[in-house]
Structure formats: structure tokens, C-alpha cells
């Protein structure tokens, strides 16, 4: 222990015979710790997300326990510590306005705090980024444990998926196939037990990415929440988190370049959420690692998508963890020369120690790779004069047929627009139409709202019409799908082009070829440009003033321009 205590952080607190020392040490043993807790042992805080308002984590004291009892055991010192929970399904105006301020909180308070390692619990699809962002500012050894999956959802016999059905059963009712009645007694089926949405949304995707970056454990990504196995991960991140502060094995170390890479073609072999796009730009740039919107379309271009789970195929995260898990899927990808084996992981081994020997028990939920779901998973990155610094779209969750397609806009100016418009059966609009909303992005909403998969006219619907073209500066849930254009960048609210879309124009999208085009001469969205006014932000002061005044664009991760860059690891000062 002793080279340890020259280097802990937490010496510069609890060491020493001191006014200060005593200050640091006196105060905090009036919860009972005794003198041999302050005897250079390091210092683990537990960043706890635990929120009765946010469901999906409302399960994190019982598992910071468990982690407590690791760290115990293996000679460290726990202290958990709150950070502010993101609730996906209940904060307004939207998670993601929360996100970077979440990861500030973070980022200080392990800053300020006597903290040698740290184990971050994540779960609901915001408290994943925002935590790594926050310890990645700070670069100390880190391991993120994520909170598992709910149990699959049951109806009548059925499987449901955490918001894939009830995207699927709200356009049923619109479409008069499904009873409002039938509709409401599905909603206590979906939610069965504790843990995040166990599609493969944002939450289940973060969580793989998680584990592919090689931050997390093996077999973080699938264990529900309730599995004793995701308790006794949760034990062994104790132990392990302890070990990686003796060797000084610092966040910089494992999200490197290499494991970026990894993380994105995983994406596109589980057919990931296109939120990990922004998620994965934003932790980079938090350690000043250059990763692009390009390199997502580069590296994650010729990676099938093998995993069939809901939104873009049939069975959810437990089936996933049944069939062998993400250990399977990085094998599949080693195996097939897309991925970097030698990347580093929390565990002290390579990504390929830890998966070369996995087996896959259901090749129905894990495919092989010349039986995959899509041949071309991914993220395609598409690029023209309707958004020149990029949009993106999900192949594996759209419809073929419309992949390559030229239609009429038909252009809501705000999400309120479409909302009173989109039911009208005046309105001027059928399938071939291409639907564009404004005003959604970063900046926009602000927040950047999960509206980009906008519902179809129910017109169109009762004619049994199930997708069109769709294009936003918007993002989308990860449970959901279509042929939806998102993060257009830049922005409407920061005069990017989309802003300039009439209705009526020619738009044509071209998957195949990464084109997104506005069929309008340069001369006239010049005219159009020199009219144009940006929309008044909706709040002038507080937080919001704060983010619509500093935030990128979705092209860049969408954090803040100030927390962008490597600052450098927690240095402590002197209290005052
Ligand atoms: Fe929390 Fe989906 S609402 S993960």
C-alpha cells in the first residue's frame, strides 16, 4: 500500500496530523468509519443515479450496496455520492437538456472530492453519456456499471418491447386496428420489472457501448436488472475498481481512438440507437480524442447487423442475454477482422482476452454473419446542400424501398406545428411526401428533442401507409424506427438550411449514395437565407440560456464549446 499512498489523491484530505486533516477526517466519522478507513487506502466514490423519478434507476441503492461490499472487501474506502438523474420518460422538455449539465455535476464533484477511482451506475439512456463525460473530464481510473435491462414485456401472450409497442400500438389505434381499451391494458404488461427499456434502444445501446469500449465489465451490457448476475458483476466492480487505482489505469488509457472504433461497429452489429452518435462525439471530445461524424460512416459502413432485436428486428435484451450476449457479438466482429482486439479494458485485459472463447446459444437472436439481419448495419452519415455538415440516418431501421427516393416537402415549422396539423384531413400530403421538421435541434427545442420519428398522418395511416420519408434536425427514440432523417446539421434554429425548406420543394434522399438534397438553386435559398430570422430561444436566463448559448451542433456531439477538450486529470487543491 504504500506506493499507493504516495500518489492517492485522497492522501491530500485524509493524511497528515493537521487542522485541515483532522477537519476532513472528523467530520466524515460521524457516520461510524473507523480510524483504519483513513489509513491510505483508496478512496472508491460510487456516482449513484438513483431517482424515484427515474425508473429505470430506481434500483441503484440495492446495487451500490453490492458494489460497496466489493470494494470492502478488496481494501478500499466507498463513498457513494449523487449525481442528478435523467429520467427519460419524464423530464420535459427533454432528457438531453440535461445531459451536459448532469456531466458538469459529475465532473465537479469528483473534482472537489478526496476520490482515488470511480465507479459510475448508469441505466437510463442520458446517465450513461453524461457520467462518462463528466469522469472523462477528470481521467481517473473509472468503471461504469449499468443497471441491466426490465424483464421482457408480456400481453396476451406477446412480447412487448419498451417503446417499439407503443409507438406500434399508438399508430395502430390511430389506424383503427387496435382498441383504445386494448391499448391501455397493454401499458402494465410493458414494464414488468425493475431496470432500463430492454429493446435494443438508447439505454441497451449504451450499455453495449459500455462494455465494447472496454469501460465496463464483461457481460455488462445484457444481464436484466434482476438477474442475481448483474449483482454479482456488481460485487466484482467493487473488487476490480480498487485494483485499478494500485495500477493507476486511467480512463485515458482505455477510451482510446481503438476503442471508438469498436464501439461504433458494434453499434451497427447490434443495430444500435442513432443516440449513440451524439453520446459517443461527446465523450470523445471530453478527452480530446478526434472522432468524426465521417469516421462513423467509415467504420461502421460494412458491419452487418446480426442481432435481432427490437426496433429494427424480433426479440428483446433477456433473449439477448439467453443467447450468450455482447461478448458474442465482439467475437463475431474479431472473428471477422472488425475489431481491434488489443484494445485495453477496465478488467487489466484486451477486449479479446475477454470475448475470444464466448459462445453463441441462439443463433436466431445473435446471427451468424452470412445470415444477418442487415447487410449494411450502421449509421449512414448523408451529406448535401440540405445539410452540409451531416445528417444521419439507420438503415437497418428503415424501410428498403424508400432508401433512394424524390418527393414533395410537406414542412411543419415546429414540433407544435405538426402537432396541430398532422390529424387535419385537409392536409396537403401523401406517401410520397417527404415530411420535414424544423426548429428541433440543439439549439431549437432547446434540447434536442426525440421527435424526428413524427407519426404519419392518420389519413395515410387508415390506408395502411406504415412509413415515409421523414427529415429533422431532430433526434429519435432509440426504440424506434422508420425512414427517418435525423440530426440534420446545422440546425434550423441556427440558420442551417433545413430552416429554408418550403412546402412543395423536391427533396431527394439517397441512402446508397449518402446524399441528402434540397432541389432549390443556390439563388433562391439565398433569397431566402437574407429573410430568414432565427426563432426567439424560449427561455432568456437560467440553465437554458446557458446551453442555447454554448451548445454544438449535433455533428459535434452536441456538448457544450467549454467542457470540449482534455483538461487534464483531477488535480486536488488546498480546502479553504
Ligand atoms: Fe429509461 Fe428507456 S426510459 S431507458
Given at each position: 500500500m504504500a506506493d499507493i499512498k504516495r500518489v492517492l489523491r485522497s492522501r491530500s484530505w485524509y493524511g497528515g496530523a493537521d487542522k485541515d486533516a483532522f477537519a476532513h477526517r472528523s467530520w466524515i466519522k460521524n457516520q461510524g468509519h473507523p480510524d483504519h478507513m483513513f489509513d491510505g487506502r483508496p478512496v472508491i466514490g460510487i456516482c449513484n443515479t438513483w431517482s424515484d423519478l427515474n425508473p429505470c434507476n430506481a434500483h441503484f441503492r440495492e446495487l451500490s450496496e453490492v458494489v460497496k461490499r466489493g470494494v470492502y472487501e478488496s481494501g478500499g474506502f466507498p463513498v457513494e455520492f449523487p449525481a442528478m438523474s435523467l429520467g427519460e420518460t419524464t423530464l420535459r422538455p427533454t432528457a438531453m437538456l440535461f445531459r451536459n449539465l448532469a456531466s458538469m455535476e459529475v465532473e465537479e464533484s469528483i473534482r472537489a472530492n478526496p476520490i482515488d477511482g470511480v465507479v459510475l451506475l448508469v441505466g437510463c439512456d442520458k446517465t450513461t453519456p453524461a457520467l462518462l463525460m463528466g469522469a472523462a473530464s477528470c481521467d481517473l481510473p473509472t468503471i461504469a456499471l449499468s443497471g441491466g435491462p426490465m424483464l421482457n414485456g408480456k400481453y396476451r401472450g406477446r412480447e412487448l418491447g419498451s417503446g417499439t409497442s407503443v409507438w406500434q400500438f399508438s399508430e395502430a389505434v390511430k389506424a383503427g386496428e387496435m382498441t383504445l381499451a386494448d391499448f391501455m391494458s397493454a401499458e402494465s404488461g410493458m414494464?414488468?420489472?425493475?431496470?432500463?427499456?430492454?429493446?435494443?434502444?438508447t439505454a441497451s445501446t449504451m450499455a453495449s457501448m459500455v462494455e465494447a469500449l472496454g469501460v465496463g465489465l464483461p457481460e455488462n451490457a445484457a444481464y436484466p436488472a434482476v438477474d442475481s448476475r448483474r449483482r454479482r458483476l456488481a460485487y466484482l466492480v467493487g473488487n476490480r475498481i480498487v485494483a485499478m487505482v494500485a495500477e493507476d489505469l486511467r480512463l485515458s488509457r482505455i477510451l482510446t481512438r481503438a476503442a471508438f472504433q469498436n464501439a461504433i461497429r458494434v453499434n451497427g452489429a447490434i443495430g444500435g440507437s442513432t443516440n449513440a452518435v451524439v453520446h459517443l462525439l461527446a465523450i470523445a471530445g471530453r478527452l480530446g480524442i478526434p472522432l468524426t461524424l465521417d469516421d462513423w460512416d467509415t467504420w461502421g459502413?460494412?458491419?452487418?447487423?446480426?442481432v435481432d432485436l427490437m426496433p429494427s428486428g424480433r426479440f428483446l435484451m433477456e433473449d439477448f442475454c439467453y443467447a450468450g450476449g455482447l461478448p458474442v457479438v465482439l467475437k463475431a466482429l474479431g472473428d471477422n477482422g472488425l475489431l481491434n482486439r488489443d484494445a485495453l479494458t477496465v478488467n487489466g485485459r484486451t477486449i479479446w482476452d475477454n470475448v475470444s472463447a464466448a459462445e453463441n446459444f441462439n443463433p436466431e437472436v445473435i446471427r451468424p454473419f452470412d445470415r444477418p439481419l442487415t447487410q449494411s448495419g450502421g449509421i449512414a452519415v448523408l451529406r448535401g446542400n440540405l445539410a452540409p455538415s451531416g445528417a444521419i440516418l439507420k438503415p437497418s431501421a428503415a424501410t428498403p424501398a424508400l432508401m433512394q427516393h424524390r418527393g414533395r416537402a410537406v414542412v411543419f415549422e415546429s414540433i407544435e406545428d405538426y402537432k396541430r396539423r398532422i390529424a387535419d384531413p385537409d392536409l396537403a400530403i401523401d406517401e410520397t411526401s417527404v415530411m420535414v421538421l424544423k426548429n428541433c435541434g440543439p439549439k431549437g427545442y432547446p434540447g434536442m428533442a426525440?421527435?424526428?420519428?413524427m407519426g404519419l398522418p392518420p389519413k395515410l395511416l387508415a390506408k395502411g401507409i406504415k412509413d415515409m420519408v421523414r427529415i429533422s434536425d431532430a433526434r429519435m427514440s432509440g426504440t424506434a424506427y422508420g425512414t427517418v432523417v435525423l440530426h440534420a446539421a446545422p440546425e434550423a434554429a441556427a440558420g442551417g438550411p433545413i430552416a429554408l425548406v418550403r412546402e412543395g420543394d423536391a427533396i431527394e434522399l439517397d441512402v446508397a449514395g449518402r446524399r441528402l438534397h434540397l432541389d432549390v438553386s443556390d439563388a433562391e435559398l439565398e433569397r431566402r437565407r437574407a429573410r430568414w430570422t432565427p426563432p426567439a430561444p424560449p427561455m432568456s436566463s437560467g440553465y437554458q440560456k446557458l446551453y442555447v448559448d454554448h451548445v454544438l451542433g449535433a455533428d459535434r456531439g452536441a456538448d457544450l464549446d467549454f467542457l470540449v477538450?482534455?483538461?487534464g486529470a483531477a488535480v486536488p487543491r488546498e480546502s479553504h
Open positions: 414494464s414488468r420489472s425493475p431496470g432500463h427499456c430492454m429493446t435494443m434502444g459502413r460494412d458491419v452487418p447487423t446480426i426525440e421527435v424526428g420519428n477538450g482534455n483538461r
